[in-house]
């Protein structure tokens, strides 16, 4: 057959249109997958981005092209090569796992900004660039400076002789030079410049300048606290997870391995031993950290031993300097890639190592237009390169212990501090009886005794709180009203600042002044309930007004470079006392703290989510794990009106495996993961009565698809039912929950719902979660 023609998916936000489609290839036109296109699609034949998928092979052409309809042709190639074999490998993968468009997918696949849709390709920021000037030739200025006479040839020597000898702008190559700083040379003018280039004497050509996202940190020194990550020697423990790891990194065949280590057992060391390998056997390495908070610390840890080696990717980057990072990734001039869970999508070639640490945080799941799991991204990528998937943490993911006990993941325990650092003392503060006695302090006193001891010895403490601002909401003693957000159902906290106070949703970000009287009845009984991040610093400032007392929140983290600045400013003891939310919980070793105190423990015992006893087991194991992580001795404090809770007494003895078993025991039995997969299916409408309608057809749809073609799908749904919060931004909410087991069957049977619901939904929004971060 003489036609050429290719499978496409175009790029639209219409999941019922994501599909393939034949197109033909115009004749000599080089089109191959991963091309996108430009294309008339629909009845109007509206020009239309798309993805070259695949070529059709002549039968099936043949088939294509006798249909009923006259196929239409590729009209341009819009972006040549955007996707290798690998990454359009990746897209598939991820329209099938996440039940996305072609679009969404493509756009985290892209460069940074990049809009791959119908409108335009490249939208990224523009690359930096700076004008040089090179001297060309003596030979040719001589021959310019003989056709000239006095005081012309003398300014056209000055600048020749600059040139020729040398001085403050020259370098030993007499060229490179910065056309700008060659101008602010006295003398010299864009004129005289000018004429030296037409007389080809000086080029002038433009290079591409890189910016660097490490630039404002600041270099580790030789005697800089990560130094010891580059000369102190492993432990028989570490030695012999290394050997391990070392061997399945060698191996072609792709493998998963589950580093299992106490808090400051040293699973980093092990990771940068493996790296080392990795780096010398030309392979490519991806390392993600949970929070851009740990980025800093990772970094200088990393460059300390690899230098200019490694890229750093996260969304606090400018589009510039993302750009920079990704062009020089993409190059192969940095072989590793440090980030968050989207530098997981970076254009890293090679790879043999992917390293997620802290793996358990859910932070790796994305709860934007794609839900994808980095850890699942991360799957794909090492099982199609053949590398090494690493998951490093001392609370693993339930799914992901159950993995390794099951022989599908390599199990490596660490179950000792490195060095001189022991597991730190845990004490379990009943704090009932105290806060009776002065229901106002939010520090007991135990806590308290504890803070001034250390605070006489010189040594640092991290104070945790699970909310940030003042009061958690205000509420009226007469009518019993609380505050709410006007666009949200949930109330509004209080919040102090400099320029005074004010109340804030945490949602919408709706503002308001703190009222005098009761907005319900008018009263001027308001009081102030709950606590938060604002009302503990300023309870620290005038209980213990000589220390200094430094916040770590999502308020004082709004600048670029925050995060690390209060960091690397608390590492270096500028401060005595730390108090912030879960950003001060993970990962972060801070040498000088030897007292950990959690303000109060109950906010995230009791919850209906099935993740929450999990959940709040892996943060307070975390958080008591930043003690005590040099030679001085460490302790850990939980304030609590629960003292007996299983989850606390195990998260202080550091026990994981027993709460394992007692955990794994309980979801086996209510059949949660990992033992189904979870679905959750939310529907979105600004029209209270039209999500109720939606929530209808949707679930006639579910009904009637399970009593015909998949009767023999095998699922329990519960919903539809209020999401919480029920409204968010005058948007009201509906979920409906599916447990099943991921299959090609279960798969077709929710792409079905998706479609056939889209074509009645109207204006109710519908978006679906594969293993959610709560239900």
């Not at 503060?429 to 105290?434: F, I, L, P």
């Not at 003891?573 to 939310?581: E, F, M, P, R, S």
């Not at 939980?638 to 998260?651: G, H, K, R, V, W």
């Amino acid at each position: 057959m003489d036609r050429k023609i290719c499978g496409v998916h175009v790029f639209t936000q219409i999941y019922s249109l994501d599909r393939e489609y034949s197109y033909l290839i115009p004749e000599g036109a080089e089109i191959v997958p991963g091309d996108i296109v430009s294309l008339p699609f629909g009845p109007s034949d509206r020009s239309t981005r798309a993805v070259v998928t695949r070529i059709l092979t002549d039968e099936e052409a043949a088939k294509a092209d006798s249909g009923e309809f006259e196929l239409k042709s590729i009209t341009a190639v819009a972006y040549k090569n955007a996707f290798d074999e690998s990454r359009l490998e990746l897209l598939r993968y991820m329209t099938e796992r996440y039940f996305t468009t072609y679009l969404e997918a493509s756009r985290l696949l892209l460069p940074p900004g990049s809009d791959p849709d119908a409108r335009g390709i490249a939208r990224k920021s523009a690359a930096a660039s700076e004008k040089y000037v090179r001297f060309v030739s003596e030979e040719n200025a001589s021959s310019f400076l003989d056709s000239l006479k006095g005081a012309r040839r003398d300014k056209y020597n000055d600048v020749v002789s600059l040139f020729l000898s040398g001085g403050e702008f020259f370098s030993e190559r007499r060229g490179d030079i910065s056309l700008s700083d060659l101008k602010n040379v006295p003398g010299v003018t864009p004129a005289l410049i000018k004429r030296l280039c037409e007389e080809h004497v000086l080029e002038i050509s433009e290079k591409r300048e890189f910016r660097d996202p490490f630039a404002r940190m600041t270099v580790p020194g030789e005697n800089d606290a990560y130094s010891s990550f580059r000369t102190e020697e492993l432990n028989d423990e570490q030695s012999a997870a290394l050997s391990k790891l070392s061997a399945l990194l060698s191996d072609p065949s792709p493998h998963c391995a589950l580093l299992f280590g106490v808090t400051g057992s040293g699973k980093t060391r092990v990771m940068l031993r493996l790296i080392d390998e990795a780096i010398s056997s030309g392979k490519n390495v991806i390392m993600l950290v949970p929070e851009i908070a740990l980025t800093g610390q990772a970094m200088r840890i990393l460059i300390s031993r690899y230098g200019e080696k490694v890229a750093v990717l996260h969304s606090a980057l400018s589009d510039g300097e993302r750009n920079d990072e990704w062009d020089r990734i993409s190059s192969g001039e940095k072989s590793i890639i440090l980030g968050t869970r989207s530098a997981i999508f970076a254009p890293c070639k090679n790879v043999g190592l992917v390293i997620i640490d802290e793996e358990q945080d859910q932070s790796y799941k994305s709860d934007s237009h794609v839900r994808y799991h980095a850890r699942d991204i991360a799957k794909f990528i090492c099982a199609r390169s053949g590398a090494l998937l690493l998951l490093a943490s001392a609370t693993p993911d339930l799914d992901s212990f159950y993995r390794a006990l099951s022989g599908k993941y390599e199990l490596l325990k660490l179950r000792k501090r490195y060095g001189d650092g022991g597991i730190p003392d845990v004490v379990i503060s009943d704090v009932r009886n105290d806060f009776r006695d002065d229901p106002g302090s939010l520090i007991g006193r135990e806590l308290s005794e504890r803070i001034s001891r250390a605070l006489e010895k010189n040594e640092q403490i991290i104070l945790f709180v699970n909310r940030r601002g003042y009061n958690r909401f205000i509420i009226c003693r007469s009518c019993s009203e609380v505050i709410m957000c006007p666009n949200c159902s949930v109330s509004l906290t209080y919040h102090v600042s400099p320029s005074g106070s004010f109340l804030q949703c945490h949602y919408c970000g709706y503002r308001s002044e703190v009222p005098s009287k009761c907005p319900s009845c008018g009263s001027d009984h308001l009081y102030n309930m709950g606590f938060g991040t604002q009302q503990v610093e300023k309870q620290l400032s005038d209980k213990y007004p000589a220390a200094r007392v430094m916040r770590l929140d999502a308020d004082t983290v709004t600048k670029k470079d925050s995060h690390d600045k209060i960091l690397n400013a608390f590492k270096n003891h500028k401060a005595d006392i730390l108090v912030g939310t879960q950003m001060v919980a993970k990962g972060h070793d801070f040498p000088g703290v030897t007292l950990v105190g959690v303000i109060l423990a109950d906010g995230s015992l009791y919850s209906s989510d099935y993740k929450a006893k999990e959940q709040s087991f892996s943060l307070f194991t975390q958080v008591i794990g930043r003690a005590g992580r040099s030679s001085k001795r460490g302790t850990a404090l939980i304030q609590t009106f629960s003292p007996y809770n299983e989850a606390l007494n195990l998260a202080a003895s550091q026990d994981y495996e027993r709460f394992y078993d007692s955990e794994i025991a309980l979801r086996k039995a209510l059949l949660f993961p990992p033992f189904c997969d979870i679905c959750v299916m939310e529907l979105k409408d600004e029209n209270e009565e039209r999500l109720n309608e939606s929530s209808e057809k949707l679930m006639k749809i579910i009904s009637d698809l399970l009593s015909g073609e998949f009767k023999e799908t095998k699922i329990i749904l519960y919903g539809p039912f209020e999401a919480m919060p029920y409204k968010i931004n005058n948007i009201y909410r509906k979920k409906c929950v599916v447990k099943f087991r991921f299959s090609s069957g279960s798969s077709r049977f929710l792409k079905e719902i998706i479609s056939e619901f889209r074509k009645v939904s109207g204006k109710t929004l519908f978006s679906v979660d594969i293993n959610p971060k709560n239900v």
